[in-house]
């Protein structure tokens, strides 16, 4: 049964950083995909960013370019979002998702994504 729990959700300053966490389990950690999605009261669910945890490559969201790292612990079964240079407009529920790597036609469609974590709030104050 793949399982994915995420933690770091937190309220921070507009400026700060956080890190969050995506553990998962259950599955082959190396043929699947881990994206970051989040939900913004009253807002459809968006694509963050993504990794392939076959071969490393990552996708990310225009709006978080340059401020948002993902990575992946392939030893751990964990993956990270580090969150730099926070905004108000970051503020959200943020989930981790897991699929398949081969059946996923656009990383940042939640529909593509097949597992999903319970969620952790971020709230970024201005």
């Known amino acids: 049964e793949v399982q994915l729990v995420e933690s770091g959700g937190d309220l921070v300053q507009a400026g700060g950083s956080l890190r969050l966490s995506c553990a998962a389990s259950?599955?082959?950690?190396?043929?699947?995909?881990i994206g970051w999605f989040r939900q913004a009261p009253g807002k459809e669910r968006e694509g963050v960013s993504c990794i392939d945890n076959s071969d490393g490559s990552t996708y990310y969201a225009d709006s978080v370019k340059g401020r948002f790292t993902i990575s992946s612990d392939n030893a751990k079964n964990t993956v990270y979002l580090q969150m730099n240079s926070l905004k108000p407009e970051d503020t959200a529920v943020y989930y981790c998702a897991a699929q398949t790597i081969q059946t996923i036609l656009d990383w940042s469609e939640s529909a593509d994504f097949g597992s999903w974590g319970q969620g952790t709030q971020v709230t970024v104050s201005s």
């Open positions: 259950g599955f082959t950690f190396d043929d699947y995909a």
